[in-house]
C-alpha cells in the first residue's frame, strides 16, 4: 500500500529504506514505490512525516550508502525516535571491491562512522586500541568539524559480517584481517542508542539491545 497524504497516526516503528523486505511490524518508507512501501519519500530532503519522540524503534538495511546528504536523514530520524530509543543500521562494509566498484553508493562505512553523532568520551562497542589516537583520543567526533548538531546517538555495540573464509579464525586474528585487508568482511552492523539533552541516558545492558528479526534470520543463515 502506498500512502503519501493520509495522516499517519499510530505509528512507533520505521524501516527506513525498506525496499522489497520490510521488517515484520514495522512502517516502511522509500524513494520508490513498492509492495513492502507504506509511504515513498525523498530521503535525502525531506523530512520524515512523524512528530518529535514519537518513534521507538528504527531499521535501516543497506539503505544509508544509497543516501545524498545522508547526515540530513540520520538528523531526522534521531528527531523522530524517541530518548533512548534503539536504532539498528546495516550497510556495507567500505573496504570489499564489490562496495568500492558499486556505482549507486554515495557513502561509506567503517566502525569509525558513527563516532561522528556522538560526542561521548569513550565507548564499550569497540577496544580502545582501535579508536584512541593521539590525534583523536576521544570516541566521539561530533565537534571535529565544529559541528553544533543536536543528533547524539550512543554505540551500544557493532558487528561484522565475515566472508566465509575468515569465519572459523579466531576474534583476534578476525580483527588482524579486517585492519589489515580488503575483502575480509562484506557488512557491518551497529546497535545505536538515541541520546537526548534533558532526558536521563538509560543504560542499556547486552540482554535489552534490539535485535530485528531480518537479522536474527540472516546470522541463522550465516550471512
Not at 499510530?10 to 518508507?29: A, P, Q, S
Not at 525531506?46 to 538495511?61: C, N, Q, R
Not at 536523514?73 to 533512548?84: Q, S
Request: some cysteine.
Amino acid at each position: 500500500m502506498f500512502l503519501k497524504s493520509k495522516k499517519l497516526v499510530g505509528i512507533n516503528k520505521i524501516d527506513i529504506g525498506c525496499g522489497n523486505f520490510k521488517e515484520d511490524g514495522y512502517f516502511g518508507l522509500d524513494a520508490f514505490k513498492g509492495p513492502q512501501v507504506d509511504y515513498v519519500i525523498d530521503l535525502s530532503k525531506e523530512k520524515l512525516p512523524f512528530k518529535d519522540d514519537s518513534i521507538v524503534h528504527a531499521v535501516t538495511f543497506h539503505a544509508l550508502e544509497h543516501i545524498n546528504n545522508y547526515k540530513n536523514l540520520i538528523d531526522e530520524i534521531w528527531r523522530v525516535l524517541k530518548p533512548n530509543a534503539q536504532f539498528f543500521v546495516s550497510v556495507p562494509y567500505f573496504n570489499n571491491y564489490i562496495n568500492i566498484a558499486n556505482i549507486y553508493h554515495v557513502n561509506h562505512f567503517n566502525e569509525h562512522s558513527f563516532r561522528f553523532f556522538s560526542s561521548e568520551e569513550s565507548t564499550k562497542c569497540l577496544p580502545e586500541r582501535i579508536w584512541k589516537f593521539k590525534f583523536a583520543p576521544t570516541w566521539g567526533l561530533k565537534g571535529s568539524a565544529n559541528s553544533s548538531s543536536e543528533t547524539e546517538f550512543r554505540c551500544l555495540k557493532i558487528e561484522f559480517d565475515y566472508y566465509p573464509e575468515y569465519k572459523s579464525l579466531t576474534d583476534s586474528e578476525k580483527e588482524i584481517a579486517r585492519l589489515t585487508k580488503p575483502n575480509v568482511v562484506h557488512n557491518i552492523c551497529f546497535y545505536l542508542q538515541t541520546i537526548k539533552k534533558n532526558n536521563d541516558i538509560i543504560d542499556i545492558t547486552p540482554d535489552n539491545i534490539v535485535i530485528p528479526k531480518r537479522r536474527i534470520d540472516q546470522l541463522k543463515n550465516n550471512w
